[in-house]
């Protein structure tokens, strides 16, 4: 019996892909940087920047002064931008989300976010019209350990008061959350009513055939009868 159905945020409840964008090469072009040289800079403070250590606008500093192109003018530039992105995926959450969430809360099932997110992510997130829903929200950038972590999965049961085995676990399957959901003990489902909508090199899972999959967020409630 399913007890708990535990999210993803970004491209599970929400898509990047909304409106404007604002990934690595957007920045790199805002800078004047060259966009592979800042993608491997960028990269490689990410966990960093998931875990609580870099704030948005201290992960630019850091990367900018790498690659000598600093200024607070730049930072606080690149750092607005993002938000509006962020502001443009956060004003655009499907209704069909709302609905599948409403059900859930109908039917008396405990909700649980797990994501990996900055520190921008983590406000918008806060301050949107799901984060109500969540019985328990582990945003990596508060705990200071990131999906696949099996930590966090064993922090989500606890918290909820569930068994693993209760538990759906639904995301689009990027940082290998899936395997980490089975590997915890629960049903995981790659959601894919967004994937038509990445490109590359932002695509952040191809389709995994040894898992179950939704392609429309009703058929995650054929799961909690």
């Not at 990269?43 to 200024?71: A, F, N, P, Q, T």
């Not at 950038?141 to 068994?163: A, F, H, S, W």
């Amino acid at each position: 019996m399913i007890r708990a159905v535990v999210f993803d945020m970004f491209e599970t409840l929400v898509t990047l892909f909304e409106g404007r964008t604002y990934f690595g090469e957007d920045i790199a072009a805002d800078v004047g940087a060259d966009p592979a040289a800042f993608r491997k800079e960028w990269h490689s403070i990410e966990d960093d920047r998931s875990i609580g250590k870099y704030s948005i606008e201290e992960g630019l500093e850091i990367v900018l002064k790498r690659m000598g192109l600093y200024s607070e003018e730049l930072v606080k530039m690149a750092a607005g931008k993002r938000r509006q992105a962020l502001g443009d995926t956060f004003s655009a959450i499907p209704d069909e989300t709302f609905m599948m969430l409403d059900t859930l809360k109908e039917k008396g099932i405990k909700i649980g976010l797990i994501t990996n997110t900055f520190s921008d992510e983590r406000d918008i997130i806060r301050e949107s019209p799901l984060f109500k829903y969540f019985d328990v929200a582990l945003i990596s950038y508060e705990q200071g350990i990131c999906k696949p972590d099996l930590e966090l999965y064993k922090r989500m049961t606890d918290k909820l008061n569930v068994k693993p085995e209760e538990c759906l676990y639904v995301g689009d399957g990027g940082s290998r959350e899936l395997y980490a959901a089975r590997d915890a003990g629960m049903h995981p489902i790659q959601c894919t009513w967004f994937h038509d909508r990445a490109y590359e090199p932002h695509i952040p899972c191809p389709i995994l055939d040894e898992f179950d999959h939704a392609d429309h967020q009703s058929e995650i409630l054929d799961y909690c009868k």
